[in-house]
Structures are given as structure tokens and as C-alpha cells.
């Protein structure tokens, strides 16, 4: 209902975050981008259990880039800026200097593992395009696995796209999708006005996270990284 909405998930939140990540200096403030994914673990949680593993990975992720940033001392060249983790290039700056970043095995970086959801952030641009397009009785499934398998399918096992295909099919329909973006219906007038806004909002996040993603992506692609194991 209207009243629990202030701890649910709210699409402009995602917007403001991802537009405020990205400074005048082409930085990715990693801050802000974290916390646009918070708001997109709002959304998976509350699509039930099925999709709880994807939830669980995403925060798992969110977890160790945290964790890294806490523990993480200024060294003396980066005194100045302060926080090594403060934004995407400084992150990897640091990272490579500390020896931190392994190209060859699996490694606990901050690098590899905001390449995931960098990963999924371009099946998100996707999928959120193609919504954007969408019309009634489309299905979101469909939608989603073809996003899937552009953008995030070709980094994971077989194993793992069968649980994929399972969980797409606990998806909510296109409907339901729009009552999430878009807020709550009362007034039936009102619906034809809400679904403008809505379908406006979804547009604006999808070119914020395109701009993010855009710039992330020459960042590791700068440094050699898109390929981190
Ligand atoms: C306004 C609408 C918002 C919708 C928000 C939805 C955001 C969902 C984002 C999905 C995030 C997937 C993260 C994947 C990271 C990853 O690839 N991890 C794998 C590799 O990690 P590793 O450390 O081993 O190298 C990991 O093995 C994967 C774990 C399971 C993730 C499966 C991803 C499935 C993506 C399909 C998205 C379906 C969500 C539907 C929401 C509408």
C-alpha cells in the first residue's frame, strides 16, 4: 500500500543515483553507484523467493566492494584524495598498484568484481529498453532472457543459465512490472497519466545507466581488465 512505500523500491532512486555517480571529470563516484544497486536489490527482493538467489549474488557483490573500501588505508600518493575507493579509476589505481588485481586466476578484487554488475548493468540497459518498447501481452520473460543472453549468458555456466531460465519464469507480468516502476493506482482517470510518467522515468534511468555503463566500460577497457577472471 501507498504507506510502506517509503521502504520499497522507487525507481527514481535508482535514477538520482546513478546520475549523481558520474562527475563533471567523467569519475564514477563508487558511492553512488553502489547505492543504485541497493535500490535494484529493492526490486529483486520483492519479487519472492525464486529470484532470492539473484538478490542474494548481487548483495554479495555489493558486500565485498564495501568490505575492500573499509579496509583499505590511504596510502601516501593517494593521501590527497583520501578514500583509494572513492571513485572507479582511483579504485583501480589503486588496486593495480598494490598488486591487488590478478589477471590470469580468480582473485578478490574490487575490479573483478564490479566487472560483474557492470556486466549486469548492460543486461539491465537492455531489458529496460526493450520494456520501454514493449507492449501489452509482451512478455517479460521473453524480454528479459534475450537481455540475458546478450549481455550476461556468455560469462556463466550451463548450470547456471538452467536456474536462470527457472527463475525468469517467476517474473511478474507486464502489468505488474509497470505497477512497481510506475507507483500504485486509486483513481481510474489517473492511469493513462501515471503510466506517461512512469514510461518517462524508466526512459531518463535507462540513459543515466547507459551513461554509467559507457563510462565504466572505457575505464576497463583502459586498463585491460574486461576480462578478469
Ligand atoms: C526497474 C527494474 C529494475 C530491475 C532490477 C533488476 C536487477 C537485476 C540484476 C541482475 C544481477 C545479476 C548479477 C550477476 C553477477 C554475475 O554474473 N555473477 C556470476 C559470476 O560471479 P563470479 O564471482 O563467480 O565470477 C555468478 O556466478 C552468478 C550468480 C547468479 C546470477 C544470475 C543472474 C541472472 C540475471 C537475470 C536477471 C533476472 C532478473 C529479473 C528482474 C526483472
Given amino acids: 500500500s501507498r504507506l510502506c512505500r517509503g521502504r520499497d523500491f522507487q525507481i527514481h532512486r535508482v535514477l538520482t543515483a546513478f546520475n549523481s555517480a558520474v562527475t563533471g571529470e567523467r569519475e564514477i563516484l563508487l558511492e553512488r553507484y553502489l547505492e543504485g544497486w541497493d535500490e535494484l536489490v529493492k526490486f529483486l527482493e520483492s519479487l519472492g523467493t525464486v529470484i532470492g ?6 548483495k554479495g557483490k555489493l558486500g565485498v566492494v564495501r568490505e575492500l573500501r573499509r579496509g583499505a588505508p590511504a596510502t601516501e600518493e593517494e593521501e590527497e584524495g583520501g578514500d583509494p575507493y572513492r ?5 583501480m589505481a589503486h588496486e593495480l598498484r598494490a598488486g591487488l588485481v590478478d589477471f590470469r586466476r580468480q582473485s578478490l578484487s574490487g575490479c573483478r568484481t564490479l566487472l560483474r554488475l557492470h556486466r549486469a548493468l548492460h543486461w539491465l540497459q537492455l531489458f529496460l529498453r526493450a520494456v520501454g518498447r514493449s ?7 521473453a524480454l528479459c532472457s534475450v537481455a540475458y543472453n546478450q549481455a550476461l549468458a556468455p560469462y556463466h555456466s550451463w ?14 507480468d507486464r502489468a505488474e512490472f509497470f505497477r512497481i516502476v510506475c507507483g500504485e ?10 503510466e506517461r510518467e512512469g514510461r518517462q522515468l524508466l526512459e531518463r534511468t535507462v540513459l543515466a545507466i547507459t551513461r554509467v555503463y559507457n563510462i565504466t566500460q572505457e575505464a ?7 576480462d578478469l577472471p
Fill in 185 to 194: 493506482e486509486e483513481e481510474e482517470e489517473e492511469k493513462g497519466e501515471r
Fill in 53 to 58: 538467489f539473484i538478490s542474494q549474488e548481487v
Fill in 87 to 91: 571513485t572507479l579509476r582511483s579504485m
Fill in 135 to 141: 507492449s501489452a501481452g509482451d512478455s517479460m520473460g
Fill in 159 to 172: 548450470l547456471l543459465r538452467q536456474a536462470v531460465g527457472v527463475a525468469l519464469v517467476a517474473l511478474p
Fill in 220 to 226: 576497463y577497457q583502459a586498463n585491460g581488465m574486461l
